[in-house]
């Protein structure tokens, strides 16, 4: 359940958590198997990870045609490369001679063609094939019914996303109306105009833990106070345990005394340009299913994208990005980026200690939710009607 504050950028006081007459108070989660079975894990490769738009790929890294990356879809490995027409494309890293990977290693830089390493099909930036040894003459080969196999790609807050499905959802209604879902305003999330943004920092985590623990534990703030210091100094409002994601629109407002989002509440950088007053002082979290975490603050933004790797391993990539002239200037950011990378830490060290847990019999049906953690019900009612539907 999401609520609407009136005030939609007001601070939250007081307020208590919010349950509808009727209404248990402690609510039931997913069993135990739900974050631990490899069968349920596959289901939800198959029904979420391959069928819904991922963030694949930060479109700056890839500057110059011939620049690649391999990112992890679901069960397949997704070959993201800079065309000569200096457009971004993505193909499945798979030959199609035999079926090897056409690229490696996670990055890198090719000159003119991608070649796979095996018998050398060679392949052009736009994916079709172009050479193969002793087949000089390709002329009875339609090379582009041989070309690498495009996957759906859309460029947006300047990354690239994809899409493995026949069909892939509307990225309007999926991705950007879960933006605008959260914020109450479809152009609220512009202002921060993070498509211009550069790169500040990239911290990549290896978690031990399911990818639904590491959501879950995102869209809630009950442990806040307790695993949270630097950011309930900042955020004062974090604990009371109410999570920002609890209200339609509504940013955690900086404490008084706070000057920055920085590990010791000192002074960011410059204000993002564009910004509304509204926006100032706050935080605003929103997740974009299934794997997307946006952090909005005045001065950085902060993106995080989890590629699960097993049912109990997920890598977590978080981006710190910035107004390019803070870059540019060379300006230390490291009190800035130490805030949430703490928090990161603190995080995924509650979800690992909470991983082995799930296969405890202790779990065998699940735990439950106090009323600050009930909008978790309508995320797992999503995963159990998405892998329901797609069960084998
Ligand atoms: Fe790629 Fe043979 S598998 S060239
Ligand atoms: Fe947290």
């Given at each position: 359940?999401?609520?609407?504050?009136?005030?939609?950028?007001?601070?939250?006081?007081?307020?208590?958590?919010?349950?509808?007459?009727?209404?248990?108070?402690?609510?039931p989660t997913l069993p135990g198997?739900a974050?631990?079975?490899?069968?349920?894990?596959?289901?939800?490769?198959?029904?979420?990870?391959?069928?819904?738009?991922?963030?694949?790929?930060?479109?700056?890294?890839?500057?110059?045609?011939?620049?690649?990356?391999?990112?992890?879809?679901?069960?397949?490995?997704?070959?993201?490369?800079?065309?000569?027409?200096?457009?971004?494309?993505?193909?499945?890293?798979?030959?199609?001679?035999?079926?090897?990977?056409?690229?490696?290693?996670?990055?890198?830089?090719?000159?003119?063609?991608?070649?796979?390493?095996?018998?050398?099909?060679?392949?052009?930036?736009?994916?079709?094939?172009?050479?193969?040894?002793?087949?000089?003459?390709?002329?009875?080969?339609?090379?582009?019914?041989?070309?690498?196999?495009?996957?759906?790609?859309?460029?947006?807050?300047?990354?690239?996303?994809?899409?493995?499905?026949?069909?892939?959802?509307?990225?309007?209604?999926?991705?950007?109306?879960?933006?605008?879902?959260?914020?109450?305003?479809?152009?609220?999330?512009?202002?921060?105009?993070?498509?211009?943004?550069?790169?500040?920092?990239?911290?990549?985590?290896?978690?031990?833990?399911?990818?639904?623990?590491?959501?879950?534990?995102?869209?809630?703030?009950?442990?806040?106070?307790?695993?949270?210091?630097?950011?309930?100094?900042?955020?004062?409002?974090?604990?009371?345990?109410?999570?920002?994601?609890?209200?339609?629109?509504?940013?955690?407002?900086?404490?008084?005394?706070?000057?920055?989002?920085?590990?010791?509440?000192?002074?960011?950088?410059?204000?993002?340009?564009?910004?509304?007053?509204?926006?100032?002082?706050?935080?605003?979290?929103?997740?974009?299913?299934?794997?997307?975490?946006?952090?909005?603050?005045?001065?950085?933004?902060?993106?995080?994208?989890?590629?699960?790797?097993?049912?109990?391993?997920?890598?977590?990539?978080?981006?710190?990005?910035?107004?390019?002239?803070?870059?540019?200037?060379?300006?230390?950011?490291?009190?800035?980026?130490?805030?949430?990378?703490?928090?990161?830490?603190?995080?995924?060290?509650?979800?690992?200690?909470?991983?082995?847990?799930?296969?405890?019999?202790?779990y065998r049906r699940g735990g439950v939710?106090?009323?600050?953690?009930?909008?978790?019900?309508?995320?797992h009612?999503?995963?159990?009607?998405?892998?329901?539907?797609?069960?084998?």
């Amino acid at each position: 359940m999401t609520l609407t504050q009136p005030d939609s950028v007001g601070p939250v006081e007081n307020c208590p958590p919010p349950v509808a007459p009727g209404t248990p108070a402690l609510q039931p989660t997913l069993p135990g198997q739900a974050y631990t079975d490899p069968a349920y894990f596959a289901a939800e490769q198959r029904s979420i990870f391959e069928e819904m738009w991922l963030c694949a790929a930060f479109a700056a890294d890839l500057p110059s045609p011939g620049g690649f990356r391999t990112v992890t879809v679901g069960r397949e490995s997704v070959l993201v490369v800079r065309g000569r027409d200096g457009g971004l494309r993505a193909f499945l890293n798979s030959c199609r001679h035999r079926g090897a990977l056409i690229c490696t290693q996670p990055h890198g830089q090719v000159r003119r063609n991608l070649q796979c390493t095996y018998h050398a099909w060679t392949y052009g930036l736009d994916g079709k094939l172009v050479a193969a040894p002793n087949l000089s003459d390709l002329g009875e080969i339609d090379r582009t019914a041989y070309g690498l196999i495009p996957v759906a790609t859309t460029e947006w807050l300047g990354y690239l996303w994809v899409c493995l499905a026949d069909d892939p959802p509307s990225f309007e209604d999926s991705v950007i109306g879960s933006v605008t879902t959260r914020l109450g305003d479809a152009q609220a999330i512009d202002h921060y105009r993070i498509d211009r943004l550069a790169l500040g920092r990239r911290e990549r985590y290896d978690v031990a833990a399911n990818w639904k623990l590491i959501i879950e534990n995102f869209m809630e703030c009950y442990h806040c106070a307790t695993i949270h210091p630097e950011l309930t100094e900042v955020l004062p409002e974090f604990a009371d345990g109410l999570a920002a994601q609890y209200y339609v629109g509504h940013g955690a407002l900086f404490g008084d005394g706070i000057d920055g989002f920085t590990v010791d509440g000192s002074a960011g950088v410059e204000t993002l340009p564009g910004l509304r007053a509204a926006q100032d002082r706050r935080y605003y979290a929103i997740t974009v299913r299934p794997q997307v975490f946006i952090n909005l603050v005045p001065d950085h933004v902060i993106i995080h994208r989890m590629y699960p790797m097993a049912a109990d391993r997920t890598i977590v990539e978080c981006d710190w990005l910035y107004h390019p002239g803070v870059i540019e200037a060379g300006t230390d950011l490291d009190r800035s980026v130490e805030l949430f990378h703490r928090v990161n830490l603190q995080d995924f060290e509650a979800c690992e200690r909470t991983q082995p847990g799930m296969s405890s019999r202790a779990y065998r049906r699940g735990g439950v939710l106090v009323p600050a953690e009930h909008h978790i019900t309508q995320f797992h009612d999503w995963v159990r009607t998405q892998v329901d539907s797609r069960r084998e």
